[in-house]
């Protein structure tokens, strides 16, 4: 039986979400430290919510093409930049994180504005608190030769995007 366009999109996502994980566990980074986050954002709301459930609303966020996408973008800038294979003054800015270049917080932006207004207000709490992994991706990214400029921000709009998902299905 021949698969239908849809059912290529499926596994070419699935596919996708694959390569997703994988860069993400190569920088350092897990769906379930992920999920950690999330799980701190909506526990005070959802009574009960464990992190089983937040790591399957983690799943279903990292399943989303412009996610997927956006998050290929960020880890590749942050590589290009340590490879030295980005240009000054961008690899400056990019290896130093430097607080006024917003283009990583913008990018994270396309992955939170999927879930809505809840969603905004979590990355936001998130990029200022430096919640869990979010801190220990940064703390590592100001060491000598690593980039984590998007990184930090990818992690923490995929925690508020599930959280936002946690809130539309049980609050």
Do not use: W
């Not at 913008?106 to 969603?119: E, R, T």
């Amino acid at each position: 039986m021949e698969r239908t366009s849809s059912e290529d999109r499926r596994l070419d996502d699935a596919h996708k979400r694959d390569i997703v994980v994988k860069r993400l566990n190569e920088r350092g980074v897990s769906l379930e430290e992920i999920a950690e986050i999330t799980l701190d954002l909506q526990k005070p709301h959802v009574p009960g919510l464990t992190l089983a459930t937040c790591l399957d609303h983690v799943e279903r966020v990292v399943m989303k093409r412009e996610v997927q996408h956006a998050v290929l973008t960020g880890l590749e800038l942050d590589v290009l930049a340590e490879k030295g294979l980005v240009s000054e003054p961008l690899r400056s800015i990019l290896m130093s994180d430097y607080g006024l270049y917003g283009i990583d917080e913008v990018l994270a932006l396309a992955i939170v504005n999927v879930y809505g207004s809840i969603g905004l207000t979590n990355f936001g709490y998130v990029d200022k608190t430096k919640l869990g992994i979010v801190k220990k991706v940064d703390e590592r990214g100001k060491a000598d030769g690593v980039c984590h400029t998007f990184l930090d921000d990818m992690i923490g709009a995929i925690a508020a995007a599930a959280a936002s998902s946690v809130a539309h299905r049980y609050a």
